[in-house]
């Protein structure tokens, strides 16, 4: 984990301006600030571990932190739904869905206004849907590309950064890649990225006769994205899951057309309240 400090205010509002078109709008004002390691404890024995820095690219020293800024950004966020259906009740509007995707636009333009130095505009768009696919369950994706319109001036944490992993588990959110670095790719220039995942609700483990009792769903999974510096990354996902609780997956992964080790992720899907 690499973690910086961030004080900020922030102040935001979101309405619907007609049905099936919703507008964000935010603005914020933050001091980052970089962390170092104030100390090595460990309640249990790590032998000769050293702990790395809170540098992401460089880790294995503090010199290269970067130096403390502060930054002011407006946002919007824009999110269409076609066709969306509702039913409107006394305590307010109760949204079904809509037979089609749901489109979102974004923008964020940091501006150097007081003390800041933050610089650039961001703009992205994505496009996603949930849907079932008749007896073969349920289909998910999540599509979206952006670029950095201007980058004047930006500091590491304001790059696009993939969702990455390096452990055995994962929350299994649709945008996580399983094999990923966690800041290498990061990236100040455009960028496409895809998510997609294929439910199949027991369809062919159901019709083994011991395995059935088990009540396990297949989960068959895809995960992309592109840069100019990087190339095109892919990773293949093939899992099983309890109740939409608990799931094991196997990967792989291809990176420029050679492909990656194999490896295995276990996960809970969702919260636990106590």
């Given amino acids: 984990m690499k973690i910086y400090e961030k004080r900020y205010g922030r102040i935001e509002h979101e309405s619907e301006l007609i049905n099936g078109l919703r507008l964000g709008l935010a603005a914020e004002y933050a001091d980052r600030l970089p962390l170092k390691n104030t100390t090595s404890y460990a309640i249990a024995s790590t032998g000769d571990r050293v702990y790395t820095s809170n540098v992401p690219l460089f880790p294995q020293s503090d010199d290269m932190h970067f130096l403390r800024n502060e930054s002011f950004t407006l946002e919007a966020d824009l999110r269409i739904r076609f066709r969306q259906t509702y039913i409107d ?82 929350s299994f959110r649709l945008t996580d890649f399983r094999n990923l670095d966690y800041y290498q790719w990061s990236t100040t220039a455009s960028f496409l990225e895809g998510h997609a995942e294929q439910d199949f609700g027991g369809f062919l483990l159901n019709k083994i006769p011991l395995i059935r009792r088990l009540k ?52 809970i899907r969702r919260s636990i309240s106590i």
């Fill in 89 to 170: 009740r006394p305590e307010g509007k109760h949204i079904i869905g809509s037979k089609y995707p749901q489109f979102r636009l974004s923008y964020v333009k940091a501006i150097p206004v007081l003390n800041s130095e933050a610089d650039y505009d961001l703009a992205k768009a994505s496009v996603s849907d949930n849907f079932r696919v008749g007896l073969l369950g349920r289909f998910s994706f999540v599509a979206s590309a952006g670029s950095f319109l201007r980058k004047e001036e930006l500091s590491f944490m304001d790059a696009h950064h993939f969702n990455g992993n390096k452990t055995w588990f994962t």
């Fill in 216 to 267: 396990l769903n297949e989960v068959a999974g895809v995960h992309y994205f592109y840069t100019e510096r990087a190339g095109h990354y892919t990773e293949l996902t093939l899992g099983v899951e309890k109740l939409n609780f608990i799931r094991v997956e196997v990967y792989t992964s291809f990176a420029e057309g050679k492909r990656g080790a194999f490896g295995l992720v276990i996960g």
